[in-house]
């Protein structure tokens, strides 16, 4: 029982009521170990993303070392 892994379970949606903007958001599980002994380190695992629907706009969110720069998606979002 020296780490923990944890995340949310659902979606975290952001209103603005002021024009009516939507975002919902999925945030990546994460990681703590050294909880009991040893150096504390906290490690995202895996991606978060964030969407809102009325305009198509999607955005992928990744924390990390590598992760230090914007780039580009070649993917584009779809009525479905």
Not at 14 to 28: A, D, L, Q, S, W
Not at 59 to 75: L, M, S, W
């Amino acid at each position: 029982m020296n780490s923990g892994v944890g995340g949310n379970a659902g979606i975290i949606h952001v209103k603005f009521p002021r024009n009516g903007t939507h975002f919902e958001c999925i945030t990546p599980p994460c990681e703590i170990t050294g909880l009991i002994m040893g150096e504390r380190r906290f490690k995202v695992i895996g991606r978060g993303f964030v969407l809102e629907r009325s305009r198509f706009l999607f955005g992928e969110v990744t924390i990390g070392k590598d992760k230090r720069q914007v780039y580009p998606a070649n993917r584009k979002l779809t009525n479905a």
